[in-house]
DNA sequence: CACATATCTACACTTGACGTAAGGTTTAGA
DNA sequence: TCTAAACCTTACGTCAAGTGTAGATATGTG
């Protein structure tokens, strides 16, 4: 149907990972082909670029492939896939919200603590370091 | 000095990992016991403790080891410690912060996302069930 | 001192997320 | 049709962050 397909290596560099990182993720059923016959070559459509735009965000914050398979069809199923195990699928969203607003604790907690530390080693520097005004 | 030592059992059991993990945390140089003769058992104090609580943090936060035991000292060094190298570290934690402001940038977009996502399912589920109310 | 634990070092193994290379097949273009 | 480039599968290699285990040593207690 639609007209724009691109095969592996384009879309390999537009997403800016390796082919072997494409094949990886075929094979924990993150992306896939539109369509394939036997061995012939893989064609992808838009949604393949999109979906691996949402895996490097996810994976920066620092959930593994496994966890991202789990909450990937989020932002890509259609709602008829989504009436198979609905609740299964809240669970799993909330299970996440909850770790995600732990880690924004932590990390504005770390946030904090670089900042003053930060201040601080300022400090000292400017301390040890008054020559500067040869 | 301090009376409040333990042995790496111990150490392991309060901050809930293995000796083993102890060992290779203290060969990559994040942590050390503070007395020992030869090969006879490590003796750790309270900072041992506080440095595991820590880098379970800062791992939580998706920091490798290795960049942990660029920022770890900062939580336990001294000044002394601090005066070599001051700029370098300051380099280092001027790093983090971006990168942290970033993260914080993405959690939160994601965190938007997942509460979408749960508001949209439960409108699904409650459309599906209805006869809940038998 | 004897003995039961607890630790010690060293080497090997595992898992996740790929990298790299070999050898064969598909596809696009002259 | 012929060929080069792109792609295919298969399989071994790598790196981080551990885990397992064996055989030797250290330590605390009766």
Redesign the interface.
């Known amino acids: 149907m639609s007209v724009d397909n691109m095969k592996i290596g384009d879309l390999a560099r537009r997403a800016g990972v390796s082919q072997r990182t494409i094949h990886y993720y075929e094979r924990l059923g993150l992306i896939s082909p539109v369509a394939r016959e036997g061995a012939s070559h893989r064609l992808y459509e838009e949604e393949a670029f999109a979906r691996l735009e949402k895996i490097a ?2 994976k ?3 959930l593994s492939l496994e966890e991202i398979q789990q ?1 990937i069809d ?2 890509f199923a259609d ?1 008829d896939t ?2 198979q195990g ?2 299964k ?2 669970d799993i ?2 299970g ?2 909850s770790k ?5 604790g ?3 907690e ?2 904090r ?3 003053q ?2 201040q601080h ?2 400090h ?2 400017d301390d ?1 370091v008054p020559d500067k005004r040869a």
């Open positions: 965000a996810l920066r914050l620092g909450v989020m932002y709602a989504h009436l609905k609740q699928v809240i969203l909330k996440q919200l995600v607003d732990v880690q924004l932590e990390l504005s770390f946030r603590d670089l900042i530390n930060i080693m300022e000292l520097y040890a």
